[in-house]
């Protein structure tokens, strides 16, 4: 069984900074890829940021691009997502996931096990 929980979201400006955190405990994630999720009113789930277990290859979706850096640090079983230039549109509850992934061919192709519950993020104009 693997617990993640995520913390660091918070209401910031617009133009703005945070970073989010996903802590794992009990089997760990070392050897997994992760992913980040946000899910904001009426809208689908979708992924934002993944990191491989290495840390080595990272994927970012068009709309975080050039904003948002995934990192982990495998000895404190922690993966991050630090957040810059916030828009209003990034508000959403953000969650991160252990992915399975095949490989990273794009588009990124995976199934998702174990889930934090979530941290909520928002971004006022």
């Known amino acids: 069984q693997v617990r993640l929980v995520e913390s660091g979201g918070g209401l910031v400006q617009a133009g703005g900074s945070l970073r989010l955190s996903c802590a794992a405990s009990?089997?760990?994630?070392?050897?997994?890829?992760v992913g980040w999720f946000r899910q904001a009113p009426e809208k689908e789930r979708e992924l934002v940021s993944a990191i491989s277990w290495s840390g080595d290859i990272t994927n970012y979706s068009d709309s975080v691009k050039g904003r948002f850096t995934i990192s982990r640090d495998n000895a404190r079983n922690t993966v991050y997502l630090q957040m810059d230039n916030l828009k209003p549109e990034d508000t959403a509850v953000y969650y991160c996931?252990?992915?399975?992934?095949?490989?990273?061919?794009?588009?990124?192709?995976?199934?998702?096990?174990?889930w934090g519950q979530g941290t909520q993020v928002t971004v006022s104009s």
């Open positions: 996931a252990r992915l399975q992934l095949h490989d990273w061919s794009l588009p990124l192709r995976y199934g998702t096990d174990y």
């Open positions: 009990g089997r760990t994630f070392t050897y997994y890829a």
